[in-house]
C-alpha cells in the first residue's frame, strides 16, 4: 500500500465516522413529541416567524396562529389584587404544548406580555409549568380595568422558531381614557431614561433607536446596568389597538462588554409597519431590580 492510499482511506474513515456521528445526533429525541407538522397553518393569514435581525412588528391577532391559548383564574379578576392565572398551550389539534415541547429562548421557555387596553399597564411574566401537560400558571396584579391582552412568546423545539398566540382577560371596572402625547423621556427609579427616534419615523422603513440611561444632576453617578433575560435592554413596542407587538433587543448583544457605565446607550433596529401612536416599554435590571419605562411614540405614514 502507498503512503497516498493510506491517506485517502483515513481522509474517508475520519468523513464517514464523522457523518455517522452527525446522522445520530440527529436522529436523537429532542425530548418533544410534537413535530413540524403540528405548528403549521394552511392557507392565507398564517403566522410570520420572526426575523431576530431585523425584528418586525408581529400582527398576532389578525393571523391564524397554529396554537391555541386558552386561560383560567382561580378568582374574577380585579384591580390591585393579585391573581393567579392558569394557562393552557396547545397545538391547533389539542395537543398539549409542555415544557419539554420548548426550547429556552432569552433565558425562559414561555414569555407572557401582557397589556392593559390603554398601554399605562405593562407586564412580562414568566408561567410556570402546572400540573397536567400544556399547563402553565403565574400570577399577576393588574394595575388597570378593562380587557387585558396576553401576548405568549415561545419556540417550539419542533421548529425552533419564534412563535405567538394572543389570549385575553377582562378585568371589571371603568376604563380610564388617558390621552398620551407622544414622549421620549420618563425619570423613573432615580433615574433619567430617554428614548431616541428617528426625525421622521416613518411605517414600513427600517428606523434606528437609541436607549439612553443616566444619573439626574450635573454630577454623573455609574448606573448600575446589569443584564435581564440575555440582554442589557428589552423594549416592547404595542400600537393602540394591542393587534400585536414587536420586541427588540439591542445591537449590543455581547454581554461581557457592558455599555458604558456613566451614560449607556444602546442602539435598537426595527420596522413598523403601520403608522399610528404606539407605547414603547423599555425593560431594565438596575442593580437587580427591574425597571419598566414607558415612551410614547408616533409613526408617520
Ligand atoms: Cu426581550
Given at each position: 500500500m502507498t503512503a497516498d492510499s493510506r491517506t485517502n482511506r483515513q481522509v474517508a474513515l475520519i468523513t464517514a465516522v464523522a457523518l455517522a456521528l452527525y446522522v445520530l445526533v440527529r436522529l436523537l429525541?429532542?425530548?418533544?413529541?410534537?413535530?413540524?407538522m403540528d405548528f403549521r397553518t394552511e392557507g392565507k393569514g398564517a403566522i410570520e416567524f420572526c426575523d431576530p435581525a431585523n425584528p418586525q412588528f408581529i400582527p398576532v391577532v389578525a393571523v391564524r396562529s397554529p396554537v391555541v391559548v386558552a386561560l383560567q383564574t382561580d378568582r374574577e379578576p380585579a384591580r390591585d389584587q393579585p391573581v393567579k392565572f392558569t394557562l393552557r398551550l396547545a397545538t391547533a389539534s389539542g395537543k398539549p404544548i409542555a415544557p419539554a415541547d420548548l426550547l429556552v429562548a432569552h433565558t425562559r421557555k414561555l414569555h407572557l406580555l401582557i397589556v392593559d387596553p390603554t398601554l399605562n399597564d405593562y407586564q412580562h411574566v414568566h408561567p410556570e409549568p402546572g400540573r397536567r401537560a400544556g399547563e402553565w400558571e403565574f400570577t399577576l396584579t393588574p394595575q388597570r380595568a378593562g380587557l387585558y391582552r396576553v401576548f405568549a412568546d415561545f419556540t417550539p423545539a419542533a421548529t425552533q422558531r419564534g412563535l405567538y398566540a394572543s389570549v385575553d382577560f377582562t378585568v371589571p371596572g371603568a376604563v380610564a381614557t388617558v390621552v398620551r402625547e407622544p414622549n421620549t423621556t420618563a425619570q423613573l427609579a432615580g433615574f433619567n431614561f430617554e428614548l431616541v427616534t428617528p426625525p421622521r419615523f416613518r411605517a414600513g422603513k427600517v428606523a434606528d433607536l437609541k436607549f439612553r440611561i443616566e444619573s439626574p444632576g450635573r454630577e454623573k453617578l455609574p448606573v448600575p446596568l446589569q443584564p435581564i433575560m440575555d440582554a442589557f435592554a428589552h423594549l416592547v413596542a404595542f400600537d393602540e389597538a394591542r393587534s400585536g407587538f414587536a420586541h427588540l433587543h439591542p445591537?449590543?448583544?455581547?454581554?461581557?462588554k457592558p455599555p458604558d457605565a456613566k451614560r449607556p446607550e444602546l442602539t435598537f433596529k426595527v420596522t413598523i409597519p403601520a403608522p399610528g401612536r404606539y407605547a414603547i416599554w423599555a425593560q431594565v435590571n438596575l442593580d437587580g431590580h427591574e425597571v419598566f419605562v414607558p415612551f410614547w411614540v408616533d409613526v408617520m405614514p
Open positions: 429525541p429532542t425530548g418533544s413529541n410534537l413535530n413540524h445591537n449590543e448583544s455581547d454581554l461581557t
